[in-house]
């Protein structure tokens, strides 16, 4: 859920930020847990900024990357996201 600031997570679901990786190069394997350092809190506007790109665990336990385009004063935001079935 996005507040206009803070993007918060709901119902079990888990967000962890990214880093040297492309959205484009992103891959279900990379969302591991073993890998990335997720919480169920979320982030603040400090970290939710245009080019940031996370990784996402949904409440069903689907994996996703989500990629921020754009943060408008006012609290608009613009992302790009994929989920991934377990392969």
Same mark, same amino acid.
């Given at each position: 859920?996005?507040?206009?600031?803070?993007?918060?997570?709901?119902?079990?679901?888990?967000?962890?930020?990214?880093?040297?990786?492309?959205?484009?190069?992103?891959h279900?394997?990379?969302?591991?847990?073993?890998?990335?350092?997720?919480?169920g809190?979320? !982030?603040? #506007?400090?970290?939710?900024? #245009?080019g940031?790109? !996370?990784?996402?665990?949904t409440?069903?336990?689907?994996?996703?990357?989500?990629?921020?385009?754009?943060?408008? #004063?006012?609290?608009?935001l613009?992302?790009?996201?994929?989920?991934?079935?377990?392969?």
């Open positions: 859920m996005w507040d206009g600031a803070n993007i918060a997570m709901q119902n079990g679901a888990q967000i962890g930020q990214l880093s040297g990786v492309t959205y484009e190069n992103a279900y394997d990379m969302l591991s847990p073993s890998l990335v350092t997720y919480n809190t979320g !982030f603040g #506007a400090d970290k939710v900024k #245009a940031a790109l !996370f990784a996402v665990i409440s069903e336990g689907h994996r996703a990357v989500l990629r921020v385009d754009n943060v408008q #004063a006012g609290g608009n613009w992302v790009t996201y994929r989920t991934y079935d377990a392969p």
